[in-house]
């Protein structure tokens, strides 16, 4: 089972942008599909983007042209570069790994962004 830790969260400006990392325990190119997720005060956990074995991308509408998903196999690491950050972007941003049946979580990282 793999384990995942997220990093790269923090307090910014609007407009300003922020790349985060989540880095797994074991090697990630037979991870069936990795997203990064995020939950807002007082919301429900959303996908922000996500990314399957074979490379193919998906966004939610409201994050489309400003984030980017990526992921390096040599550093067992998935990215989410988030450029033109808004207020409602404010969250804390989780990563989670899908093997077959099983979900795995990381611990989330908080994003604040000030108008």
């Known amino acids: 089972q793999v384990q995942l830790a997220e990093c790269g969260g923090d307090l910014v400006q609007a407009g300003g942008s922020l790349k985060l990392s989540c880095v797994a325990s074991?090697?990630?190119?037979?991870?069936?599909?990795m997203g990064w997720y995020r939950q807002a005060p007082g919301k429900g956990r959303e996908l922000v983007a996500s990314?399957?074995?074979?490379?193919?991308?998906t966004y939610v509408d409201s994050v489309k042209g400003r984030f980017t998903i990526s992921r390096d196999g040599v550093k067992k690491t998935v990215y989410l570069e988030m450029n033109n950050l808004q207020p409602e972007d404010t969250a804390v941003y989780y990563c989670?790994?899908?093997?077959?049946?099983?979900?795995?979580w990381g611990q989330g990282t908080q994003v604040t962004v000030s108008s």
């Open positions: 989670k790994a899908s093997v077959v049946w099983v979900d795995t």
């Open positions: 074991r090697d990630i190119v037979t991870i069936d599909n």
């Open positions: 990314i399957t074995k074979g490379g193919s991308t």
